[in-house]
């Protein structure tokens, strides 16, 4: 097997001059953005009809050396974290003509961090989105087109509302595109190495997209477990010189993502059986993760070692927060079930779940983090240490707070308070709609409704002495939660709203809201995720038409979701 050479792939460095960079566009005002397009992107043959460069080009005013300028952003900020473009490939003086829609989403997608010009993302995401649109239209099949879907999927615009989101969309089209395309088959031997490549690497980037969506989202997958190029993919990543050093964390995640899709698909057949055992599925299933990544850190030490690119490293450990995560979202669905029954302290469920759940948080603030990279990683990144932090301090509430001893109460709000700064920080978020900052007020919002502040001195018990101590958790002058409250993982079912579309004291006397050992507890990270983006819980049940909720003074109006949809469809089990 060739080995990959990281001299075919070293990222570009964008660490130009930036007032050599302005000059130079300010120099080209002497013509117009798609003047500077010809005569510095030729298409190499002669036409008799001139062609015109994509819209972006014209009404963002792009001249050629900020479009070079942005394909070196792309492919030094977002490719390394999402790599699925090959710089040999992809090249900008060849896919403005070949490709205009791949071609204004790299732009636009890049535009994100182009700090020179901030106000240029929102414009360049609108023509992103109109050619997505017109592609579609036009019916557009081609393998750069199908990545320009995965990406725009990948990197979405922030939208104020659930629904507005269409990344669910823009993923479905990639996958069934990819599948007309027969990306999912081995590559005809009539293309060139590169290409072969190319057409894997695109097929199992909308793999793990498509696993990693459907749990975050509640529904299955839409593409088989046995796909055969994804199964077969472990050694992809070394079957070539031309493999880029980033494929072998994308074979990593596909494997990992085969073994969480395997196991929802058998806890979506199997739950219902009177003898099956979940406590003992998802342990059994989180002890697989914890061996598919062990494997994984040594064929990782085994190519960093060939490889000179520090970002590698980073993507190795992006890799193992991803895992821990998976590992508490399989572990959450065990501690859901048991709570039911209940455990105690020293439950192997409970040990699990918090050491998988204090590893993701500590895999970015430790790792993550002082690398200076946060701000270029993938959105659902952001989500997943949310989520791992919320559920944590799920455990502070006085019903569970017995599950964990003095030294892991202060360990956790310590924990979930770090986490909070590195997410607002402005090393980590680009603006107030960057999703690190949502994140971090997000998690703010559920600690103070804990009122929890740093531990104290220890309080003895006045019962038996053999009964534990607990840190103070709690202000001096907390209130009583009041019973018409609720935070995440809460949900509230439909039933329970009034005829006005409001939560009233009448429907919470009558059950609306409970706190736990009462009410429902959906610790599912789909149910998570929205309650993030909305503010609010998922229903249990579909909502009224025209229902809508006050949460903080704010108007939130039920959403027609994927994850709403796969509870219309009858789907009894949520991940």
Known sequence: MMRAQSTDVRPPDINIGRKSLMLQRWTSKARSPEESIRSNFSPGYDLET?????????HCALYAEEIDYLFKIFFERVNPFFSILDPELHIPEKLIWT???????????????????PSLYLPAMEFARDAAGRALIDGSKSVDVCQAYLLMAVYPVPKKKWAEDRSWLLKGVAIRMAIELELNQPPPTTCSERERLNRTRTWLNCYYVDGSHAIQFGKMPMLRLDDYLASHSGEWY???????????????????IIIVARWRSIMADDQKAADFDVVASVLGTEAELSREMALWVELYAEEFSRLSLPICAYRGNTTQMITAYLRLVVL??????????????????????????????????ERLYPTGNLRFAMEANFLYVSFAAAFLMNLLRPKLLPLLDEELQEGIIQDVSGLIDILGSKAVALDG?????????????????????PPRATVQSSSSPNEP??????????QPTPPHSYSWPDVMHA????????????????????????????????????????????????????VSIFTNGSNWDFPDTPATQSLQDGDSWRM
């Not at 490709?99 to 010009?117: D, K, M, N």
């Not at 493999?243 to 074979?251: A, E, G, K, M, Y």
């Not at 900052?437 to 502040?453: D, I």
């Open 495 to 546: 039933e329970d709203v009034s005829a006005s579309g409001r939560y009233t004291e009448e429907s919470a006397a009558e059950g609306g809201f409970y706190q736990y050992n009462d009410a429902d507890m959906d610790l599912s990270s789909s149910h998570f995720v929205q309650t993030v983006t909305q503010g609010f819980p998922m229903c249990s049940h579909p909502a009224p038409e025209h």
């Open 433 to 453: 709609r960057h999703t690190p900052a949502l994140c971090s007020r997000f998690l703010s919002s559920l600690l103070a409704k804990h009122n929890s502040k």
């Open 50 to 58: 001139p062609l015109s460069p994509p819209d972006i080009v014209k």
């Open 99 to 117: 490709c205009p829609f791949l071609f204004t989403v790299i732009c636009a997608v890049s535009s994100r961090y182009y700090e020179e010009r």
């Open 469 to 478: 101590r607990f840190y103070a958790q709690y202000s001096d002058d907390r």
């Open 332 to 365: 959450a669905v065990g501690f859901q079930h048991a709570a039911k029954l209940g455990f105690t302290r020293d439950s192997e469920l409970v040990s699990k779940s918090v050491q998988a759940a204090r590893a993701v948080i500590h895999i970015m603030a």
């Open 238 to 256: 070394k079957s070539s010189s031309m493999n880029l050093p980033f494929d072998v964390h994308l074979c990593a995640y596909v494997h990992i």
